[in-house]
T-cell receptor, first 113, second 115 residues
Framework: AQSVTQPDIHITVSEGASLELRCNYS??????LFWYVQSPGQGLQLLLK??????LVQGIKGFEAEFKRSQSSFNLRKPSVHWSDAAEYFC???????????FGAGTRLFVKA | GAGVSQTPSNKVTEKGKYVELRCDPI?????LYWYRQSLGQGPEFLIY????????DSGLPNDRFFAVRPEGSVSTLKIQRTERGDSAVYLC?????????????FGAGSRLTVL
């Protein structure tokens, strides 16, 4: 069965600084990987997804993530954080044998002026 | 519909009561999911449907929880003999249900409080 670990419960970055949120997964084969964002009072929204091919994927709002098979990781990055990026970020994995999608515990991002 | 609709948005009930939470997915989406999100946690998988059938119900915590999707669209999550530990936000999501990288569209959730 697949599982997801997000090691950082919360992260604080200054506005304009770069960001990296960590995600490690456990799955026997190459999974499908996702990052979702949940802003206060909002529903979960897809940021980006990895299916296959190019291991660096681009998403909305200037986010990108890199799949590294050797490290079982799918870290989320953004070169310059905006105050509106403050939210909770969830990494998720879907096993290739079905449609069950498992989420990590989330990382809450705080942005300081 | 244009998005995933969940009702009620808030439900307060007493311990031991029966509760139903409804999800109306995006029209044409064949896959429907239920998750539970407790404060400070990620969404916890409960069950998903492909069409009318429960394809995977391995996340249902016990037999007090049951979900149906009789016509392959609207789904109802049913919780019997509610307990205080059932208090959480129950999220519904739907997807096209095609093989490979199933993108979930989530509803706003139903917040359940058991007193």
């Amino acid at each position: 069965a697949q599982s997801v670990t997000q090691p950082d419960i919360h992260i604080t970055v200054s506005e304009g600084a770069s960001l990296e949120l960590r995600c490690n997964y456990s799955y026997g084969a190459t999974p499908y990987l996702f990052w979702y964002v949940q802003s206060p009072g909002q529903g979960l929204q897809l940021l980006l997804k990895y299916f296959s091919g190019d291991t660096l994927v681009q998403g909305i709002k200037g986010f990108e993530a890199e799949f590294k098979r050797s490290q079982s990781s799918f870290n989320l990055r953004k070169p310059s954080v905006h105050w509106s990026d403050a939210a909770e970020y969830f990494c998720a994995v879907e096993g290739t044998g079905g449609f069950k999608t498992i989420f990590g515990a989330g990382t809450r991002l705080f942005v300081k002026a | 519909g244009a998005g995933v609709s969940q009702t009620p948005s808030n439900k307060v009930t007493e311990k031991g009561k029966y509760v139903e939470l409804r999800c109306d997915p995006i029209s044409g989406h064949t896959a429907l999911y239920w998750y539970r999100q407790s404060l400070g946690q990620g969404p916890e998988f409960l069950i998903y449907f492909q069409g009318t059938g429960a394809a995977d119900d391995s996340g249902l915590p016990n037999d007090r929880f049951f979900a149906v999707r009789p016509e392959g669209s609207v789904s109802t999550l049913k919780i019997q003999r509610t307990e205080r530990g059932d208090s959480a936000v129950y999220l519904c999501a739907s997807s096209e249900g095609t093989a490979g990288a199933n993108v979930l569209t989530f509803g706003a959730g139903s917040r359940l409080t058991v007193l």
